[in-house]
């Protein structure tokens, strides 16, 4: 460094220089690095890859699959691409984010991401369908081919007649067996005349399953719909409250002398959440002695349809005391399924004698179950011989003094 004539400093010129050639030496490094790791690939190669070579759709959904267009050589190429094999019933074609591509240009030992877009036609219907890909160079010296297969599967569908049809946007629920489910179905007239249609249901035995108009409350068994006219009413379905878990379902129908329809709804029944707690001789209470372990028992019994996952117990308890169950948990509770967990409760070394409250929790996620134990704190018994003996001590030193004092 040099000094200027007011005392500040400036870099050297030697410095500046010392950095560029630094800078210089990593990157001729890193260009060399580069080269060598070029050397090792061939000197031309390309592939097209979906990312998925099978996917599964239902009936009228379209299919997006990503391509990976790769040029493994060691020079950049031009590839061109093409859907060379396109089923009956289709639509496809490559993009990217918004246009169709016929070519692309690939460095070399890098990927591009294109898309296939396949579309389904009006009248396609189940089966499986496979599309080509082909990929080639500008000078057609390299050719990279690759399929896809997709396959559309069958739905049920709603059975509809030409002068009545039947729709409901949800037609599978999902609930507790304590639940109470309702459907909305929209019935509509495609006759040219007024006409009465009849409800009907079929489900499964000791199910409860009623028709109400949309957002009222009284049951109806018919409908009077005008020519080309449709209503929303409502499918209230109570579910057999000993019923076990599983899908169940549900066929309305409707119908008048000149047309029928119907159509299938789906209860779906996770069972109901019940659990209980408490000890076998039903009482609540335990004695203890301050900062001694008290040991109790009790019961968790899962009186659900339901399996209960993962029964952990919690403890709400007065400062400093220590609460501990075993076991710490449970892992899975059947239904109808009882156990016993030990709990020991020690009160802290300070605590005065009297009665305190202990709160016991079983939760198991969806449901819990506390109880409240009382716990009566008595001072040590060790204590209480000490107080006798010191008594029985002061007794006899009193029945000495009076004998003494009696001899004078």
Known sequence: MTRRHNGSYILTPVIFIIAVWLVTCFSSFTLAKEEDKKKDLPERGISVTPEYTGVIVSEDEGVSIDLIVTNQGRRDENISLSVTSIPKGWKAWIKTYSFGVTGVHVKSDTSKNLTLRAEQEEDTGPGKYTFGIQAHTADDKLTSTSQVVITVKEEKKEKKAAGVKITTSYPVLKGPTDSEFEFSVEVANKLDKDTIFNLSSQGPKNWEINFKPAYETKFISSLRLKGDQSQTMAVAIKPHPLAKPGEYPILVKV?????????????????????????????????????KEGNLSFY???????????????SFKPENWKVKFDPERIDTLAPEELKQVEVSITPTDQALVGDYSVGLTADAGKISKAIEMRVTVRASTAWGWIGIGIIVLVMAGLVALFIRLGRR
Do not use: C, D, I, W
Request: net charge positive; proline share 2%; aromatic share 4%.
């Open 300 to 314: 968790v019994q899962n009186n659900g349809s339901a399996t209960l996952n993962n029964v952990h117990f919690l």
């Open 255 to 291: 119908n008048s002398p000149e047309a029928k329809g119907e159509v299938t709804l789906t209860v779906v029944l996770t069972g109901t959440y019940k659990l209980n707690a408490g000890t076998a001789n039903g009482l609540l209470s335990m004695n203890t002695v301050r900062g």
